[in-house]
């Protein structure tokens, strides 16, 4: 059986995931450009394959149904299901699987560090001695700020749990759970200083008018998903001083070089948030052995 690899760093953490399946007999495709596959590529790529573990590539009705028949398992690696078109892959026969669990630690972890970051200025002071000026910035107690985080999941709370060493004052706002929600996002938007997503989908969370709700001096954080956030909107609230930072893992488009790049304070990360040798390592495995299953291979 042939599996092809979509994630350009597939392996890269730990070889244990790519002997898996050479132990089982499996002719393993590394993906062949180094970074996310365009659709048009994405077809090609699949020719003759039974499996694929996949990253961010494209896997929309169109791909999947010019491979139905041989194709039959797609083991995401990661969270985010975005990518795969669910019901195509349902009616083709394609079983698909993720790997929500390893993820958590390490996105929560990133989380804590953007938000130290942003509050005390690292990444401005940084930029600013390298450019040959010393000087330092008045920076904020994550004690005396309110957080807000939206879409309370395994990441949502273990990002409350991070946050509660240092933070005295946590909201949630989740839809989905009522019963621990603030019940409105744009009032809660309002009071906090620092918003962190955490919700799933690509629907569009902090649009232009939702920035315009947050409080003056607040912080965005987004490693959710992509597409949650008007780019543009946030770098003129950035410009403005309307708000006073953000941190982006996530972008609409990627890889990203759009206003947001030219923001001091902005802090921009290449959708990072998993790239530790755990989480990448842990998530392959998960990956291989959910395609293994569904691939019936023992």
Request: some cysteine; overall charge negative.
């Amino acid at each position: 059986m042939r599996v092809v690899v979509g994630s350009s760093s597939f392996g890269q953490a730990s070889a244990l995931p790519g002997e898996l399946l050479a132990s089982r007999g499996m002719e393993v495709v590394p993906n062949p450009f180094g970074r996310k596959l365009t659709e048009d590529e994405t077809l090609v790529f699949l020719q003759g394959a039974d499996g694929l573990l996949a990253g961010l590539e494209p896997l929309n009705a169109r791909v999947l149904a010019a491979h139905a028949g041989k194709l039959k398992a797609i083991a995401r690696i990661g969270i985010g299901m975005d990518n795969v078109d669910q019901e195509a892959a349902a009616r083709l026969g394609i079983a698909v699987s993720n790997t929500p669990d390893a993820p958590t630690g390490a996105v929560a972890e990133m989380t804590l560090a953007a938000v130290f970051a942003l509050c005390r200025g690292l990444h401005t002071q940084n930029a600013a001695l390298h450019a040959g000026t010393w000087k330092n910035v008045l920076g904020r107690s994550l004690r005396d700020l309110s957080f807000l985080i939206v879409g309370y999941g395994r990441i949502g709370k273990s990002v409350q749990a991070a946050l509660k060493p240092f933070a005295s004052e946590i909201s949630v706002y989740d839809p989905f759970q009522p019963d621990i929600s603030v019940k409105s996002l744009p009032d809660a938007l309002a009071v906090a200083d620092v918003v962190t997503l955490h919700a799933s989908g690509r629907e569009m969370i902090i649009d232009r008018e939702n920035i315009k709700r947050m409080k003056p001096g607040a912080m965005l954080l987004n490693c959710g998903r992509g597409g949650q956030v008007d780019e543009e909107a946030l770098a003129e609230a950035l410009q403005s001083g309307h708000l006073s930072g953000c941190w982006l893992d996530v972008f609409s488009d990627e890889p990203y070089s759009g206003r947001l790049c030219q923001c001091e304070t902005a802090l921009l990360t290449p959708h990072a948030s998993t790239c530790t040798e755990k989480c990448r390592g842990d998530m392959e495995m998960q990956a291989v052995r959910n395609i293994l299953r569904d691939l019936h291979v023992e």
